[in-house]
């Protein structure tokens, strides 16, 4: 089993910025690919960002390329979501998760431990 918990989440004016991190307990955090995803009132869940189990690689959907940067620590067992130049739409929970194999990594499916997810609202 994984704990993950999120934090770093808040209020912010358009334009500005936030780091989310997310700390896990539980077995050998390097052993896990991570990604961040967000969900809006009454819109599904969507893929954010994602980092392989080194950090070498890194993975952005298109909205949030060039603005936000994931990056993890093994050291301190978190994983980190920069964000940038925030917009109005980025406003949702922001959730962090561990994938075992890393194979599909946009797909929601290929995730197993999830965290419960901290509130990002962006003002315009």
């Known amino acids: 089993q994984v704990q993950l918990v999120e934090s770093g989440g808040g209020l912010v004016q358009a334009g500005g910025s936030l780091r989310l991190s997310c700390t896990a307990s539980?077995?050998?955090?390097?052993?896990?690919?991570m990604g961040w995803f967000r969900q809006a009132p009454g819109k599904e869940r969507e893929f954010v960002a994602a980092v392989s189990w080194t950090g070498l690689r890194t993975y952005y959907a298109e909205s949030v390329k060039g603005r936000f940067t994931i990056s993890r620590d093994n050291a301190k067992n978190t994983v980190y979501l920069q964000m940038n130049t925030l917009k109005p739409e980025d406003t949702a929970v922001y959730y962090c998760?561990?994938?075992?194999?890393?194979?599909?990594?946009?797909?929601?499916?290929?995730?197993?431990?999830w965290g419960q997810g901290t509130q990002v609202t962006v003002s315009s």
């Open positions: 539980g077995r050998t955090f390097s052993r896990y690919a």
């Open positions: 998760a561990a994938s075992t194999y890393f194979r599909d990594i946009y797909a929601i499916s290929e995730y197993d431990y």
